[in-house]
């Protein structure tokens, strides 16, 4: 059989760094520098390599995950690797499920340890990464499958992932749903399949989503917050220039007392979504009673954010606002998430 057609866009990050004179690591290898880094790739598949940008991903945006968005899904190969930091890789991974239609796999990566250190991660993530694109049992099922993260090894839903540490090696974890699947021995050992219809039905309600960016405030709150941020978006007239909110709740959905009113006016002048500060996991709907839980809150205009990690929450909720939809159809899109 003839080997696949695998494109690698490279957008930079850990994975693509050089030390300088100093020893100190500065983005600079481009995609072939990846790419020749592992000869073992040519022998799996016909590898077109391309240099996007050579940027950390704590710098990249919204639109360049789009143009990315766009550039994979103009690609006629048979699969696409992007490869970039770790640092947002939960954030961009789960843009581009949302924004593209599963019709080829389409794969994250990265690297946890620079080229310059004895045993770097890189090289191994991205030839994981190749083989799980070529994979049968995942061309198989690309579609229900959606797009992947491949972190040592291990495969994972972009919905689910998240960034569980800053520097160890095993960084990525999907603590609500565990791998799809895991690499042993160059195999691809299928584990299970993402419940997709949360995703289907976000795409589905957003249609296109193809506007201007839409800066969304992320509010983690914490033990005594006196919401004096908050405050301020409610009292500047363009609320600071964000068009949207997440707040970060504490447990099942649930803001400090001092805070529920300034919560409720924030619900009430701008789509505001409450989502777990615990990192994930369904939210209560009516167990607890008071203005600052949630029977009132939802009560008062908070869109309930579901199961999803905040930092997830809020990338659906720019693509809802840059879709342009109604705060009644961003409330049935997060909804889906339970
Ligand atoms: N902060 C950089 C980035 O996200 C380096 C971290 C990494 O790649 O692991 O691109």
């Known amino acids: ?3 696949r057609r695998i494109h690698i866009l490279a957008l930079g990050g850990t994975i ?8 100190v690591m500065q983005m600079g290898a481009g995609a072939d520098d990846l790419v020749a880094a592992v000869p073992a790739l040519a022998g799996l598949a ?5 240099t996007v940008s050579r ?31 770790t640092d947002t890789l939960e954030e961009t991974g789960f843009l581009l499920d949302l924004l593209l239609r599963g019709d080829k796999p389409v794969i994250v990566t990265a690297a946890m340890r620079n080229p310059a250190l004895t045993s770097p991660d890189g090289p191994g993530n991205l030839l994981a990464a190749v083989r799980v694109a070529c994979d049968p049992w995942i061309r198989r099922h690309t579609r229900s499958l959606g797009v992947m993260a491949v972190m040592l090894d291990e495969v994972y839903a972009a919905a689910d992932v998240i960034k569980a540490h800053p520097t160890r090696l095993d960084a990525f974890a999907a603590p609500q749903t565990g791998p799809l699947a895991a690499l042993v021995e160059g195999r691809v050992v299928p584990l299970g399949l993402p419940v997709r219809d949360p995703i289907d039905i976000a795409r589905n309600k957003l249609g296109k989503v ?13 033990l005594d917050e006196p919401g004096a941020l908050l405050e301020a ?48 996991g369904p939210l209560l709907r009516h167990t607890y009673g008071g203005a600052s839980a949630e029977i009132e809150l939802r009560k008062a205009g908070l869109i309930w954010g579901g199961r999803l990690h905040p930092l997830k929450a809020r990338v659906l909720l720019e693509a809802c606002l840059r879709a342009g939809v ?13």
């Open 233 to 280: 978006m409610l009292n500047a007239p363009d609320r600071l220039g964000y068009r949207g909110a997440v707040i970060g709740a504490m447990g099942g959905g649930h803001v400090p007392e001092r805070m529920a009113g300034s919560v409720a006016r924030l619900a009430a002048v701008l789509p505001t979504v409450v989502s777990p500060r615990a990192g994930g």
């Open 1 to 3: 059989m003839s080997k």
């Open 55 to 85: 940027v950390g991903s704590h710098s990249l945006s919204f639109d360049q995950i789009h143009a990315l968005a766009a550039k994979i899904a103009a690609s006629r190969a048979d699969g696409v690797i992007v490869t970039q930091g």
């Open 46 to 50: 016909d590898i077109e390599a391309e």
């Open 16 to 23: 693509a760094t050089r030390p300088d004179a100093s020893g």
């Open 326 to 338: 109604s705060r009644d159809t961003i409330a049935e899109v997060f909804d889906a998430f339970g």
């Open 210 to 222: 193809a506007g201007r960016a839409q800066p969304v405030a992320l509010l983690w709150l914490g």
